[in-house]
């Protein structure tokens, strides 16, 4: 046998260069995205009705502030059982359909909390928050899921980032929304929002993957078709995904996930990227935004500020949609894990100094003067805020639900998918649940120091133990684990053409996917 050994390079292309190929999967992302949007209302929420609900001018539902932590932190407490509930009839019912029906719940909550104000009955706006929690666990799985398999190498990482950059849209609409209106009105308005998701995602088609592994290969060739454009030749793909199908291991579960090194190494992974993503404080800033900039002495009004914040995040999170694939996911989970501990540090430093300056007050009125000063420097928190939020978008809030995509074997992706998401979320409760009494017992600027070493930590972490995914298929991320692949054999002979080797990967790496003969 001669050597036949040759380098193969991939070239960096932008994501969206051929737009004719690219579009059908950019609709497919944003409409399935769609359901993260209704999560960052969700989220956004709070910040803006629970001071509204403690206000003792509140003539109606006043909550108590034991009830208002609960009513803040009972949505990802819910969406712990939401992601692994979800599990099921994603996979007997098919993606799509799942993501359609979402919208039902969504809404449903939304008006019995804007009803539980005219009827005067706190439960109602208990079981409301309930429902949408739920609902909010079961969106992230799913349309991740969705996106990832809907997706060609080439875009997937800047379509995977879609989802996160909706849900900052949503947290922003929510905060613009409460900023304007009353917060029975609120409940009313984004409520109907989640129709928009019913009614796109009826007319987007179902995931190829879940096509062919339900034995629908004529309405999955139909769907990577449509995904595609109708000018490529999809030929290499499908037969791709038929032959990953058919190698699928039968009867997954739950317990072979833990006996499968392939299978626990890629989760554990991504359970941990959640949890520093979580643990980064991020979810403890957006649940209580407005009260954050009390807290930490900024001296512009507090809706005002989580608008601006919202904003900031929401831009930065599309800026990641043009980093991840260029830059990769490891330099930027680490670029932006080593910002954020920065800037929560000098969030913290702020916030000692000026309790600090403010006990010695009390003492000595000479630092009347050190007072007025720092009432001057109210800018600060926002500017530390605004760091750590630009830090978190481009990396840390993004690139974790984009590797859960990407790591997951097919087979097991839905299984292994609500584990990591249901973790995420009993992270961000433990995160939105502690962080009042952690403020008040610790000090924030103990909490903030907390929150900072938690994102050293993951730096550490992405740069010891995460593989690089940018430009690979599916198949080559899952053997990368261990997992036998059909094409083990073929691969590794050296004297089958470079060229013929490259026909078995997803031809996308270029310009989407080759021309039907006769095509231009």
């Known amino acids: 046998m001669g050597d036949c050994s040759t380098t193969k390079i991939r070239k960096t292309i932008p994501p969206f260069k051929n737009w004719p190929k690219v579009a059908p999967q950019i609709i497919c992302a944003a409409s399935a995205s769609w359901a993260m949007l209704c999560t960052g209302l969700v989220r956004g929420w709070s910040s803006s009705a629970v001071p509204q609900l403690t206000s003792a001018n509140n003539e109606t539902l ?28 994603m996979e007997m019912y098919g993606r799509r359909m799942t993501l359609a029906t979402m919208s039902i719940p969504y809404v449903l909550g939304f008006y019995l909390m804007g009803l539980s104000y005219y009827v005067d009955w706190a439960p109602l706006l208990f079981i409301g928050r309930t429902i949408t929690g739920l609902i909010t666990g079961a969106s992230a799985p799913t349309s991740q899921i969705y996106v990832s398999e809907c997706a060609s190498p080439r875009v997937r990482g800047a379509l995977g980032s879609f989802t996160s950059t909706f849900m900052s849209f949503g947290i922003l609409i929510a905060y613009i929304i409460g900023a304007v209106v009353e917060w029975q009105v609120m409940c009313f308005v984004i409520g109907s929002l989640p129709i928009v998701l019913g ?46 199908a058919n190698a699928q291991l039968p009867n997954s579960s739950y317990a072979k996930i833990l006996t499968n090194s392939y299978l626990m190494k890629p989760l554990l992974i991504s359970m941990t990227l959640m949890f520093f993503q979580q643990f980064s ?45 260029r ?23 702020f916030v ?44 840390f809030g993004a690139v974790p639900q984009l590797v859960m995509g990407e790591l997951f074997p097919s087979e097991y992706r839905h299984r292994m998918g609500t584990i990591s998401v249901s973790f995420s979320v009993l992270c961000t409760f433990v995160v939105v649940r502690t962080f009042p ?15 900072a070493t938690c994102c050293l930590t993951a730096v550490v972490f992405v740069g010891l133990f995460l593989p690089e995914t940018k430009g690979k298929t599916l198949e080559e991320i899952s053997s990368f684990f261990g997992q036998p692949q059909p094409n083990d054999v073929a691969a590794e002979d050296p004297c089958i053409p470079l060229e013929h080797k490259t026909e078995l990967q997803d031809s996308s790496l270029a310009d989407g996917f080759p021309l039907k003969p006769g095509m231009k």
């Open 62 to 89: 006043h909550l108590e502030r034991e009830e208002a932590a609960w009513i803040t932190s009972l949505p990802p407490l819910c969406a712990i059982f939401g992601s692994l509930l979800i599990a099921y009839p």
């Open 281 to 325: 404080g991020i979810n403890a800033i957006v649940f209580y935004s407005a009260s954050v900039f009390e807290d930490a002495g900024s001296s512009l009004d507090r809706f005002v500020s989580s608008i601006i914040i919202g904003l900031v995040q929401m831009v930065f999170t599309m800026v990641s949609v043009l980093l991840v694939d």
């Open 352 to 395: 000692y100094v000026k309790k600090a300056w403010e006990e010695l007050s009390v003492v000595d009125e000479s630092t009347v003067e050190e007072q007025n000063l720092l009432a001057e420097l109210g800018w600060l928190p926002l500017l530390c805020l605004m760091s750590f939020i630009i830090s978190y978008s481009f990396g």
């Open 199 to 244: 009614l796109a995602m009826l007319l987007m088609p179902e995931t190829p993957s879940w096509l062919v592994s339900h034995d629908q290969e004529s309405q999955a060739k139909v769907a990577l078709q449509q995904l595609r454009g109708k000018y490529t030749d999809v030929e290499t793909e499908f037969e791709r995904i038929r032959t990953n």
């Open 437 to 451: 009494l952690m403020a008040s017992t610790m000090g924030l600027a103990s909490v903030y120091g907390l929150y």
């Open 327 to 349: 830059f990769g996911r490891r330099v930027l989970l680490m670029t932006s894990g080593t910002f954020m501990a920065v800037s929560l540090s000098g969030l913290g430093a």
